[in-house]
């Protein structure tokens, strides 16, 4: 079991003690230090390795944020967990900027502490190998990430099944993507991979103008890939806040530190939509082999030409193709008089099963027909994405 270092930083002799008392039965905590203040904090952290600090908001010296931005730079792998008894949204923003990783209601339970210490730990390691200092000669300007969004007409077509997947297979520590759950009302992404939310997009909201990577980076999800996600709201009636200001302000500050935007969107056509489209390199349009499908992606496709969404943005994705009675793919492009950008096979069980336990079908160690034409197609968008070649 590995042991996490803990710095306690809080001026209330009382409060010190309760917290002591409260991590002492967790067997992989060690409290290395405890101080009063800002300057004695940061004496401490020159001198000797911690993992974890719990940092309150008011110091004698100096405000919890400030010690915060003042631990980053002394230590950038020194995790931040502000406590405080003033819980306001602005304060919790306010404190994800300083570069807090998480912000705990005072008095805490000793279950959410503990909870909160192993998950700052776990980031901790994580991306403390990650960081070097950047040589002065390589500070050239990268390339924007690439935006692709995933969109259907009508629901139930697998869009998120693919988007998930799709953002999984794209990313690598070389080129990491984040995967973002563009249905504001009813999105799925964190179900489908077994995660639980604290935080969402909606924490954006009213602050359009004042946010960035920093702030932007601690609303992220991190799946056990390596995979960030950004969720949708918890409710769907907080899909109000959220607007076309602030869809392109998050999208374009991503775009700036990942290779890759993977969007789930809705089966809607409003103005958050409207803003992905305009912002996407590429918009996979996906149906199914049935009429009504045919009929939905007529409908889209007329939509995309009267927005003037260039033509070489689209491609239309046929998923779900093998069931008996269903339409060949000839007959759909037949219909669509559209030309197909990939056909993915059937395979009901194979889904159902990878939804219900979370687990996506590429990081399948046996991933089936279905598995193998998701690792072949993904190929395929991220060939596109480079301009190499047109989907196939």
């Given amino acids: 079991m590995s042991e996490i270092r803990l710095l306690l930083v809080d001026n209330n002799p009382q409060f010190l003690d309760s917290i002591k008392r409260m991590l002492g039965f967790e067997a992989d905590f060690r409290i290395l230090g405890t101080a009063s203040s800002g300057k004695e904090a940061l004496d401490l952290i020159a001198k000797t390795t911690f993992d974890v600090a719990l ?29 405080s008894v003033d819980t306001e949204k602005d304060k919790i923003l306010e404190a994800m900027r300083a570069g807090a990783k998480n912000f705990i209601p005072k008095p805490p339970s000793g279950e959410i502490l503990s909870k909160a210490i192993r998950e700052a730990f776990q ?7 990650l960081i070097f200092p950047e040589p002065e000669n390589e500070k050239e300007p990268k390339e924007r ?10 629901g139930g077509v697998g869009c998120t099944f693919l988007a998930t997947n799709l953002a999984l297979h794209l990313h690598s520590r070389e080129s990491p993507a984040v995967l973002i759950d563009g249905d504001l009302q009813f999105g799925d992404i964190p179900v489908f991979l077994n995660m639980y939310p604290r935080y969402t997009i909606y924490e954006f909201v009213d602050m359009a103008a004042e946010l960035d990577k920093e702030v932007i980076e ?9 995979l960030k996600v950004l969720a949708a709201p918890n409710q769907p009636e907080l899909a109000d806040g959220i607007n ?10 991503l775009c700036d530190h990942y290779p890759y935007l993977i969007i789930d969107m809705a089966s809607e056509l409003n103005d958050v939509a409207l803003e ?8 996979l349009m996906v149906m199914t082999p049935d009429i009504p499908s045919i009929k939905n992606m007529t409908y889209v496709m007329d939509v995309m ?15 779900m193709v093998g069931q008996r009675e269903d339409l060949t793919p ?7 008089k559209v030309p197909l950008a990939a056909q993915l096979p059937f395979d009901n069980a194979s889904v159902k099963r990878s939804i219900n336990r979370g687990e996506p079908l590429v990081l399948d160690g046996k991933p089936g027909i279905l598995g193998r034409s998701l690792i072949h197609f993904v190929s395929g968008v991220k060939e596109r994405l480079m301009g190499k070649v047109e989907l196939a």
């Fill in 55 to 83: 940092v309150d908001i008011q110091l004698p010296d100096m405000h919890g944020f400030e010690l915060t931005e003042a631990i980053a730079e002394a230590d950038p792998t020194l995790h931040v967990i502000i406590l």
């Fill in 123 to 129: 980031r901790r390691i994580k991306t403390a190998p």
């Fill in 145 to 154: 990430g690439k935006i692709v969004a995933v969109y259907s007409g009508k």
């Fill in 218 to 226: 601690d609303v992220l999800l991190l799946h056990p890939s390596g």
């Fill in 244 to 253: 076309a200001k602030i869809i392109n302000k998050v999208f374009t500050t």
């Fill in 276 to 283: 992905i489209f305009e912002l996407a390199d590429l918009i």
């Fill in 305 to 319: 030409n009267k927005l003037d969404v260039p033509s070489e943005k689209l491609e239309v994705v046929l998923n």
């Fill in 330 to 336: 000839v007959q759909v492009e037949n219909g669509l």
